[in-house]
């Protein structure tokens, strides 16, 4: 299995972006990037999950490098309620198997 | 809400009882998850089911018995627990194609006295 490394905690003001990274630098060719977060006493929540194209939706945007050996969560315009565990988790996209969640990082929002 | 509820929300129980968590999901999704998250830990993997199949066990106690008895439902039924079982019991559902797109529901909280 592919492991991922993430800092352990990182601070954003509100209203400002946040550039969550992880590297996964022995990620294999058939392996995506998935992004979930976790925000006190509630079940994870999937966030976004890409390949090797960047990609964008309602909620962040994921940049992967060139080489795929990392990448970076992007929370646009954070809010309090962002304030969250943040998992990267790297795996295949194939049937029978599940995430596995590493530490993460926590993200914590101030006004 | 993510389409995917747990009942109950809390449960104290002594180590000689028995109960079930149970797990309904509303996504029409055909696989299910059992998760275990202890203090300060990360989430681990108990159980995975596929089409109503049991397709994975973490290495997890027979004290800990899952039931699937169709695609939306699925049940943790717990018996002789420990006090270090004590933890949040996540339940989360997906399609089979899409297995890291995961939806979680709100988890038990779990006090084993």
């Known amino acids: 299995d592919a492991k991922t490394t993430q800092p352990p905690s990182m601070d954003c003001a509100e209203g400002r972006a946040a550039n969550l990274p992880c590297n996964h630098s022995?990620?294999?060719?058939?392996?995506?990037v998935y992004w979930y977060r976790q925000i006190h006493s509630q079940g994870p929540q999937y966030i976004i999950h890409g390949l090797k194209n960047n990609e964008t939706n309602e909620m962040a945007s994921l940049i992967i490098t060139e080489d795929r050996k990392s990448s970076t969560l992007i929370l646009p315009h954070a809010t309090l309620r962002d304030t969250a565990v943040y998992y990267c988790?790297?795996?295949?996209?194939?049937?029978?198997?599940?995430?596995?969640f590493g530490k993460g990082t926590t993200l914590s929002v101030s006004s | 809400e993510t389409g995917v509820t747990q009942t109950p929300r809390h449960l104290v129980m002594g180590m000689t009882n028995k109960k079930s968590l149970k797990c309904e999901q509303h996504?029409?999704?055909?696989?299910m998850y059992w998760y275990k998250q202890s203090a300060k830990k990360p989430l681990e993997l108990m159980f995975v089911?596929?089409?109503?199949?049991?397709?994975e066990n973490n290495s997890v106690p027979s004290r800990f018995s899952p039931e699937c008895p169709n695609s939306s439902h699925l049940f943790l039924h717990l018996h002789t627990l420990q006090p270090e079982d004590s933890a949040l019991y996540l339940c989360?559902?997906?399609?089979?194609?899409?297995?890291?797109?995961?939806?979680f529901g709100p988890g038990t909280r779990l006090t084993v006295t």
């Open positions: 988790i790297v795996r295949p996209n194939q049937a029978g198997t599940a995430l596995i």
């Open positions: 989360a559902s997906s399609q089979v194609g899409s297995a890291y797109e995961q939806y």
């Open positions: 089911y596929n089409f109503k199949e049991q397709t």
């Open positions: 022995t990620i294999s060719g058939n392996e995506y």
């Open positions: 996504l029409g999704h055909n696989a």
